[in-house]
């Protein structure tokens, strides 16, 4: 009889084995519905806005994006200065911070010796650690201060030619806010240069080098080329961040509804608008205006990233076919 | 090991559920009797946590209050997430049509003040309506305009850009303020108008009271308006305002008191409670510029009726005696009249 020659598997075994199914069933399981999550969540976010946006949109239409006006009294809404301080000061922020940036990052990799770069890469890092509402306190309290005691005379003396230079140095303006951005999106688009340069083959500086490239030479042609679509990638991230940023451009900027010709007037920004005015809105049109903000902004920065993240796979797939 | 693991993750997944079940269960319960909740204007937040401790003990009420601004309280009772909500501002007729059967109730009353930043001034700024509302439109824009210069004959006021500065989010401060104006320059009323939050033309914008106080401290040549207690708690220097008898009044409780003298012996309706701008009987005394700020409750609370009605009239009567220390003004006795006969209405 072959039932009596049988032997069952011993208890703990069978448990052993069902409990490591049991967990990769379970994890498998977290990591889909996780998955699921962020993905419906983003949809559901998305929908709401543009639900709660919708009195609004049917109200004004897309000239909403392009009209200059803001009046609660008399229910006449626009986006147009919110757009216009949102993209100046995120510009602004964006070409002074990847020059230093990308200046930052050399210096880590290529220049400094390995102690004195670990402890200035954390430093840097934790730049980014800095809540942005305490950042935009320092600004309302510090910086603001000394921008329009010594920066900006000092800029308009130099540049007063130019309309952005114009008019009164003021603590509370584009130009401080811009340069608050600048020093929240440094942390962020350096340590992903730091990581572009480290990646970059030690055998192609190297061969640079030993063709009688200067170190100058060989960062120029072959790391800052290289590194440059991951640098765009880079970049394009910390505009994101500068898009979205609310309370420390709240702080700093000056909440005016008006298009500043000088950066030294106060403007406002569509992040700083939001977080200003939509828990006191007091009428449907100026919540469902103030959500529309939220939609263009939404839109804005999901583009940004989107374009970011197609740049950081084009250039990890030209990466791996070198 | 690897089962142990998966047990353990069980295990903490299923006591997480759980003890979340039961929050949950909890939260969605209506706080039991005895306990009210409301959330609102900042402007009156001083005074309701001193209301707090004393209700408790008098009436044995739990208040919870959250400042969050009068929007915020109108939105918040509209979706009756609170039992009772907070707002400098009286509800507009389709708010209160929103609201679905709220009332609501004048509860406490206090001056603005007008904090500013002028330094080495040789003496106390007066200004008067006008001359503020041309500051606020852009149209006056140095301290040493004539129009100030004509104000205070005495002072030697500096050639100073002025940088008239306004709350950015919605406030009850900013309605009192932009009414005031209103009242007084045509021009304000159809240029810019009354609100919470309203397209002031030039200067610039902080959140909170303190942060336009914030602005106005570091920034020479900057004026602001926040409710009195703030400027006399943080001992800034503020503007007296002129007044229709030609008075320069201070918005403490004497000045805000005599600026009362107008209201009908009978107040039957919220719009009689404007007390901006008063007429020239209230004397040389009376501040201009003070507003009232209200209690929304909805005329149908349910359970919580009976405990809304004793805590809203104890706000109206002993609950008063807690404001002159703040720089709020106990409310006459017309005031009082309306809100009892309003209190009334509050039923299960």
Redesign the interface.
């Known amino acids: 009889m072959t039932s009596t020659t049988y032997e069952p598997p011993a208890p703990e075994t069978d448990l052993r084995r069902r409990g490591i199914r049991l967990g990769d069933v379970l994890f498998k399981g977290i990591a889909i519905v996780a998955a699921l999550a962020a993905t419906v969540l983003l949809g559901l976010i998305a929908w709401k806005i543009l639900q709660l946006a919708r009195p609004a949109i049917q109200d004004f239409g897309l000239s909403f994006i392009w009209t200059d006006a803001w009046n609660p009294v008399t229910n006449d809404y626009g986006a147009l200065a919110f757009v216009y301080g949102t993209a100046v000061t995120s510009i602004i922020a964006l070409v002074l911070a990847t020059p230093l940036s990308v200046a930052i990052a050399l210096f880590l990799t290529e220049i400094a010796p390995r102690k004195v770069a670990a402890p200035i890469a954390t430093m840097v890092e934790l730049l980014a650690a800095i809540p942005s509402v305490v950042l935009g306190l320092w600004g309302i309290l510090v910086f603001g201060p000394w921008v329009r005691d010594y920066l900006e005379p000092w800029l308009q003396d130099v540049l007063g030619f130019l309309p952005m230079f114009s008019g009164t140095p003021s603590q509370a303006g584009i130009l401080p806010a811009a340069l608050v951005l600048t020093i929240m999106i440094i942390p962020i688009t350096s340590a992903i240069c730091r990581e572009l340069f480290i990646r970059v083959p030690q055998e192609l500086m190297d061969g640079s080098l030993a063709l009688g490239s200067t170190r100058w030479e060989a960062i120029r042609g072959v790391l800052l080329t290289y590194a440059a679509p991951g640098i765009a990638a880079a970049v394009l991230l910390g505009l994101g961040r500068a898009f979205g940023e609310a309370i420390a451009v709240n702080q700093t900027i000056g909440n005016a509804n008006i298009i500043p010709t000088s950066w030294f007037e106060p403007g406002n920004s569509l992040g700083s608008k939001i977080a200003a005015e939509y828990a006191g809105a007091t009428s449907v049109e100026q919540a469902s205006s103030i959500l529309y903000l939220a939609a263009i902004l939404m839109v804005i920065s999901l583009t940004t990233n989107v374009i970011a993240q197609v740049i950081v796979v084009r250039f990890e797939r030209a990466r791996r076919a070198v | 090991m690897?089962?142990v693991?998966?047990?353990g993750?069980?295990v903490v997944a299923a006591v997480a559920t759980a003890a979340f079940a039961a929050q949950t269960q909890t939260a969605s319960a209506r706080p039991s009797a005895g306990s009210l909740v409301g959330t609102g204007a900042t402007f009156p937040f001083p005074l309701i946590s001193k209301w707090i401790p004393a209700v408790d003990e008098a009436l044995g009420i739990r208040i919870t209050y959250t400042p969050?601004?009068?929007?915020?309280g109108?939105?918040q009772i509209t979706a009756r997430t609170v039992d009772f909500g907070g707002s400098d501002?009286p509800l507009?007729p389709?708010?209160l049509t929103a609201c679905k059967g709220c009332v609501v109730i004048p509860w406490a009353l206090a001056g603005l003040s007008m904090p500013y930043n002028i330094p080495g001034l040789n003496g106390r700024l007066r200004l008067d309506g006008t001359t503020l509302a041309n500051i606020y439109l852009g149209t006056i824009t140095n301290w040493n305009s004539p129009f100030i210069k004509r104000l205070n004959p005495n002072l030697n006021l500096p050639d100073l850009?002025i940088?008239p500065v306004y709350r950015?989010?919605?406030?009850g401060s900013t309605y009192a303020f932009t009414g005031y104006l209103s009242e007084i320059s045509p021009q304000w009323k159809s240029k810019?108008?009354?609100?919470?939050?309203?397209?002031?033309p030039?200067?610039?914008?902080?959140?909170g009271s303190s942060?336009v106080a914030?602005?106005v401290k570091?920034?020479a040549g900057a004026i602001t308006y926040v409710d009195a207690a703030y400027s006399i708690t943080n001992k800034f220097q503020f503007a007296l305002l002129k007044n229709r008898a030609g008075g320069f009044a201070t918005p403490g409780v004497r000045g805000v008191t005599r600026a009362l003298c107008d209201l009908p012996a009978r107040v039957t309706s919220l719009s009689q409670l404007k007390i901006v701008d008063p007429p020239r009987k209230c004397g040389r005394l009376a501040y201009p510029l003070s507003t009232f700020t209200y209690v929304i409750v909805p005329t149908s609370s349910g359970d919580k009726a009976a405990d809304l009605r004793r805590f809203v009239y104890w706000a109206v009567t002993q609950g008063q005696k807690f404001g002159p220390p703040l720089f709020f003004v106990p409310l006459p006795k017309q005031v009082q009249g309306f809100a009892y006969r309003e209190i009334k209405k509050i039923q299960s």
């Open positions: 690897k089962r693991l998966a047990l993750v069980l969050t601004g009068s929007g915020t109108i939105a501002a507009s389709d708010q850009r940088t950015s989010d919605g406030s810019v108008g009354q609100n919470t939050t309203v397209n002031f030039t200067g610039t914008g902080a959140r942060g914030g602005v570091s920034t």
